[in-house]
């Protein structure tokens, strides 16, 4: 399995952005996905976590403002943030989970105006 994350960039506080995370091979649909983010100098940390059945959980950080989702059709995670400050400046990293875990490349996400 291959997860090709996108969508990153400059953006101005207040402003909104989508992530996507494309995923190779058939067992997308099986797997709990999740968004992670590392801030420079700071631990990798969760951002937001959505099950095979869509339940979703979230840091406290990104609730209300963030909201993950999935289209298991086209083997794609996305997360769609609003409201977006500086603190939320980080390569932002998808993440499935099932048998085995993997870990797409990274995607940068600067909020500065």
């Known amino acids: 399995v291959q997860l090709q994350a996108s969508g990153g960039g400059l953006v101005q506080p207040g402003g909104s952005l989508r992530l996507s995370c494309r995923a190779s091979?058939?067992?997308?649909?099986?797997?709990?996905m999740a968004w992670y983010r590392q801030a420079p100098g700071k631990q990798r940390e969760l951002v937001a976590f959505?099950?095979?059945?869509?339940?979703?959980t979230y840091a406290d950080s990104a609730k209300g403002r963030f909201t993950i989702s999935r289209d298991n059709a086209k083997n794609t995670l996305y997360l769609q943030m609003n409201s977006l400050k500086p603190d939320d400046t980080a390569v932002y990293y998808c993440?499935?989970?099932?048998?085995?875990?993997?870990w797409g490349q990274g995607t940068e996400l600067t909020v500065s105006s």
């Open positions: 993440k499935s989970m099932g048998v085995m875990v993997y």
């Open positions: 091979g058939s067992i997308f649909s099986s797997n709990a």
């Open positions: 959505i099950w095979r059945d869509n339940t979703t």
